[in-house]
């Protein structure tokens, strides 16, 4: 099956320092990968859609500017959250679909839990 | 308008029962496709079922089967013989498209948080 290792799983950072979060696909070329956020106790939210070779697109209401994507290779894509705040404390986890999954399905990383302070 | 509703957000099921889950949908798109996850506490998503908008039957995977009523547009999980091991989160989401289009984004329901009693 594909598999996407996600690092780290868990981080706390102080106020104003940045964070990065890798995602992985071990077995498979991941030519999009997609960020999610998840609050405690609320759905996923898609942030971004991250393109190999090519800017990210953003959802409606992420500041681009603040979490940055960057998607240099087909099996690495990476999301950094810039002079991060206790407001972005949350549960970020990517996802990316792969033919090695049935129905074109979706294979997440493990998540990644950010705690601001 | 919402793509994906649960409008359940807490359940409680007794262990060995059935439980089922109510997710509805929105989309124009003739080609689709409809997934079921669940999270437990550790925050990982596990895949449980998948339906197209072009299958004929519902699908079901082991205990885990799928009412899809299309002209409803409604895709709830049915759980059989429930386990306390089955007590998580469970997130219906849509794929608008084609499986395997470029760029074909997950978008999630609120999800209904199960509890199974002993």
């Known amino acids: 099956g594909a598999v996407v290792s996600q690092h780290p799983s868990r981080v706390i950072c102080k106020s104003g320092t940045s964070v990065k979060i890798e995602c992985r696909s071990l077995d498979f070329q991941a030519t999009t990968m997609f960020w999610y956020r998840q609050f405690p106790k609320q759905s996923l939210m898609l942030m971004a859609t991250?393109?190999?070779?090519?800017?990210?697109?953003?959802e409606q209401g992420v500041e681009k500017d603040k979490f940055l994507i960057n998607h240099a290779s087909l099996t690495l894509s990476t999301l950094t959250v810039t002079s991060a705040h206790p407001e972005d404390s949350s549960f970020y986890i990517c996802?990316?679909?792969?033919?090695?999954?049935?129905?074109?399905?979706?294979?997440f990383g493990s998540g990644t839990r950010l705690t601001v302070v | 308008a919402q793509k994906i509703t649960q409008t359940q957000p807490g359940m409680f099921v007794q262990e060995k029962e059935a439980v089922t889950l109510d997710c509805t949908y929105d989309?124009?798109?003739?080609?689709?496709?409809l997934f079921w996850y669940k999270q437990p506490s550790s925050g990982e998503m596990i895949f449980l079922i998948y339906?197209?908008?072009?299958?004929?039957q519902n699908a079901t995977e082991g205990r885990y089967s799928l009412n899809f009523q299309k002209a409803r547009k409604s895709a709830n999980l049915v759980i059989s013989a429930s386990q306390l091991g089955d007590s998580a989160m469970y997130f219906c989401?849509?794929?608008?498209?084609?499986?395997?289009?470029?760029?074909?984004?997950?978008?999630f329901g609120g999800g209904t948080r199960v509890l199974v009693k002993p």
């Open positions: 339906q197209g908008s072009y299958d004929q």
């Open positions: 989309t124009s798109d003739p080609s689709y496709g």
């Open positions: 996802s990316a679909s792969s033919s090695r999954v049935k129905n074109y399905g979706y294979t």
């Open positions: 989401a849509m794929r608008e498209g084609p499986p395997g289009a470029a760029g074909n984004k997950l978008t």
């Open positions: 991250s393109n190999e070779g090519s800017k990210a697109t953003y």
